[in-house]
Every structure is written in structure tokens, then in C-alpha cells.
């Protein structure tokens, strides 16, 4: 190095970092954790060798040497003296017996430091459901779970040879006795009567369509026609002929040749007591699709004995006496608006005595 970049190189010097240019020799002087730094004014009072490495600047260099020949010779210490007044000198000391136990104590040291990561990572405790204990007894929850659906479905024996519960519930059959709601399918009104006469045709008790479904007056009690063996609780089948009796009235579901007040079809209302009765009163239970017998969710016609005209209702309201409910009567034609459904109501059980 020319003398004229002596000044330069000595000043930049003293302000270098000796952990970042030099890392393979501090790693070897643990026992000083600070920083050092080359300036003297810094390290005042220091006793390490290293304070004296700005009275001569190839110090610096022969310690980067040093490292290197630590590195590859395998010494267990070194020892830099550098002083102002000779030439600096370097002791190394080597022995196979100190590399061996400085082996193995790195060994060690590697050992520890793994046993605290073991340590941190067990120490981090994750929430209760993303445990590997909770998810196999959600597993093992829905297996049951399942097992037991399987098991009630096919193994478990119900009364009067219905297939499952919710058959039962949704399909349960009419019979005679039971007290029902007649919903209009299309329109969702109920077939419904009130002591109020019809003002033209008949005068007899109107019949109309409700909407409400807490009404009294729109149940029906059904019954058997005259001089059958019919009784209560017996199934009714498709064909059958029947009666409907309004309950709070006692009176019987009529239809005759009178037309009625909004559309001039047949007039449809309610005639006779318990003991008055004709066969205008008599229906026909006309069963849609496949189904033997009279059940709740099924669709159903009734079909007048005398006018051979279809229980029928539609959109057409009436504004006064009965204002907002709909206009029930009777077409000979096969519509949309024939369907019926029961509804609301006490259903009696089947009869099980033969």
C-alpha cells in the first residue's frame, strides 16, 4: 500500500465493524457478545488484543489470514498482539484433542438449540377445534350419527305397516268421522259456509271460498251416505260416494240445477240437518294419480251425484255480504280448478276391526 493512501486507509478503517467483515473470527470469541468496533476512543479500557489492531494497519490483514488458517487447520484459539513498537505477531495453538472436544461441544450446542425449538413449539397451544382429538370425535359423532339413521330406517318396525314416520305424518288417510279443512289447491281458500242465504237462486245458506285458516265455520265432518255399512274409522276409497256436513251448521253440501250468482254455473250450498238429507248431498271422491285411498296429501275431485257437475271454485269474489271471498260452484268440465286438498282438521285413525 503506497504511503499516500495510508492517511486515507487508516481513517476509513477505524469506523469498520470487525463482526461484519470478519464473521469466522468472532464466532470464535462468544464470550465477547459486543460489537467491536476499530477506534480507540471506543474501546478505551478494553483488555482485548483487538484495541491495538489501529497502531498498524497490516494487522488487519493478517487477522483475516488468521481466520482463514482457523478455518482450514482447525485450532482450537488464537491470539492476535499487535503493538506499535515491532512487527505484529500471531501464536496459534492446535491440538487433535481440543478440535475434538470443540466438535463436540458445537455438537452440543446444536442439540440445545433444537431441544428449545422443540420446547417453543410446544409451548403454542392451537384452539380446541383444530385439534387432532376433536376432529376424530366429530368423526366418530357423524358415524354414529349415520349408523343410527340406517338403523331406525330399515329395522325399525311402525304401526299399521306404514313405510316411515314422515309418511305418516304427510300422508296420513281420511276416514269417516275425521273433521277436515278443504283447501282449494290452486287458490289456497278454504271451503267454507255461514248462516248467510244466498240472495238470488235457491236463497238456501251460501257457500263460498276463505282465506283465513283459523276460521270455524270452514270444517267439515265426513260421512257416509245412507244405507251402507260404512262406520267411522273405515278407509275411503277412490269411487266412493259421500257426504260433507258443515259443522257449526249441521247442514249437508248441496248442489242442484240453480245457477249461481257470479258465473252462472251450478250453485253450490249448504241444505238439510242430521236428519234431512237427499241425494243432492251425495259426492263422488274422485282420487288424481295412483293413489287406492283417501290421504291428506293427495289430490282429489268430488264429482255431484244429480248435476254431475265438479266441486269448483275460482278468482271471482264476492264485494258484498261475503266481500273478499271466493265464488264456489259447480262445471261439468274436468279443470284446473276442480282440485282439492285436505287440510286442517282432527283425523280419526284407520279402523282396525274387520
Request: hydrophobic share 35%; with cysteine; charged share 20%.
Amino acid at each position: 500500500m503506497g504511503p499516500a493512501l495510508w492517511p486515507l486507509f487508516r481513517m476509513n478503517i477505524n469506523f469498520i465493524p470487525l463482526n461484519r467483515v470478519f464473521p469466522n473470527f468472532l464466532q470464535f470469541e462468544k464470550k465477547r457478545k459486543a460489537e467491536f468496533y476499530i477506534h480507540p476512543e471506543q474501546r478505551r479500557g478494553h483488555r482485548s488484543p483487538l484495541n491495538n489492531l489501529t497502531a498498524d494497519p497490516c494487522v488487519v490483514f493478517r487477522v483475516a489470514r488468521s481466520c482463514i488458517d482457523l478455518v482450514s487447520d482447525h485450532c482450537t484459539s488464537i491470539t492476535i498482539v499487535a503493538s506499535t513498537q515491532g512487527p505484529a505477531r500471531r501464536k496459534v495453538s492446535s491440538s487433535s484433542s481440543g478440535a475434538t472436544e470443540r466438535a463436540q461441544s458445537l455438537k452440543e450446542t446444536l442439540d440445545r438449540g433444537k431441544d428449545v425449538r422443540k420446547s417453543t413449539y410446544a409451548e403454542v397451544e392451537l384452539p380446541f377445534w383444530q385439534s387432532n382429538w376433536f376432529l376424530a370425535l366429530l368423526l366418530a359423532m357423524a358415524a354414529g350419527f349415520f349408523a343410527l339413521a340406517i338403523f331406525l330406517y330399515l329395522g325399525l318396525e311402525l304401526p299399521n305397516g306404514s313405510p316411515s314416520s314422515a309418511m305418516a305424518a304427510e300422508g296420513v288417510e281420511i276416514t269417516y268421522g275425521s273433521v277436515i279443512k278443504l283447501m282449494h289447491e290452486r287458490t289456497k281458500f278454504r271451503l267454507h259456509s255461514h248462516d248467510v242465504p244466498y240472495g238470488s237462486g235457491s236463497g238456501q245458506q251460501s257457500v263460498t271460498g276463505f282465506q283465513g285458516v283459523d276460521d270455524s265455520n270452514s270444517y267439515w265432518v265426513v260421512k257416509p251416505v245412507p244405507d251402507t255399512s260404512a262406520k267411522q274409522g273405515d278407509a275411503i276409497t277412490h269411487g266412493t260416494v259421500l257426504r260433507l256436513q258443515h259443522m257449526r251448521s249441521r247442514k249437508w253440501l248441496h248442489s242442484h240445477l240453480h245457477a249461481s250468482p257470479i258465473s252462472g254455473n251450478l250453485e253450490v250450498s249448504c241444505f238439510g240437518s242430521d236428519h234431512e238429507s237427499d241425494t243432492g248431498d251425495h259426492w263422488r271422491l274422485e282420487i288424481e294419480g295412483s293413489g287406492k285411498t283417501w290421504r291428506q296429501d293427495q289430490k282429489v275431485r268430488f264429482k255431484h251425484i244429480d248435476t254431475q257437475g265438479y266441486l269448483h271454485s275460482h278468482d271471482k269474489k264476492y264485494t258484498r255480504i261475503a266481500g273478499g271471498q271466493q265464488e264456489v260452484c259447480g262445471v261439468r268440465e274436468k279443470r284446473a280448478d276442480n282440485v282439492w286438498l285436505a287440510g286442517e282438521g282432527v283425523y280419526l285413525p284407520v279402523n282396525s276391526s274387520k
